[in-house]
Nanobody, 126 residues
C-alpha cells in the first residue's frame, strides 16, 4: 500500500522560508513524477513544482521560479520543497503527489496523479 506523508508546513511572515518534506513508501515504480501542488480557499489546485525521480529533472510553476527549490534525497523516498521569499499569495494547503511518468500527461496535470498526501498548511502573513 502506497503511503504519502507531508510535513513541514507552518506560519511565517512574508519574506520568510519554510521547508516541506514528503515521504513515500510502498511505491515500486522507479521513474516517477513527484510533485507539490497547492490549493488556496476558493481556488483550484495548482502545480507548484515537480521532480523526475530517475533523472532529477525539475519543473516549476512560473510564479515560484527562483524562490522555491524541489529536491530528493539519495535514497529516493523523501522529497523536499524549500520555499524562500514567501509571499502572502503562497499561502495554501500544500499537497505531495506521485505518479509513474509512463502514465503520460504533464507534470502539473493533477488528474494524472493517483497517490496523494493529506496536505500541510502554509500560512504567510504580510
Amino acid at each position: 500500500q502506497v503511503q504519502v506523508v507531508e510535513s513541514g508546513g507552518g506560519s511565517v511572515q512574508a519574506g520568510g522560508s519554510l521547508r516541506l518534506s514528503c515521504t513515500v513508501s510502498g511505491y515500486t515504480f522507479t521513474t516517477n513524477y513527484w510533485a507539490w501542488f497547492r490549493q488556496a480557499p476558493g481556488k483550484e489546485r495548482e502545480g507548484v513544482a515537480s521532480i523526475v525521480t530517475s533523472t532529477s529533472i525539475t519543473y516549476y510553476a512560473d510564479d515560484v521560479k527562483g524562490r522555491f527549490t524541489i529536491s530528493q534525497d539519495g535514497a529516493g523516498n523523501t522529497m523536499y520543497l524549500q520555499m524562500n521569499s514567501l509571499k502572502p499569495e503562497d499561502a495554501a494547503m500544500y499537497y505531495c503527489a506521485v505518479r509513474w511518468v509512463g502514465s503520460g500527461g504533464t507534470w502539473f496535470d493533477s488528474a494524472k496523479y493517483n497517490h496523494w498526501g493529506q496536505g500541510t498548511q502554509v500560512t504567510v502573513s504580510s
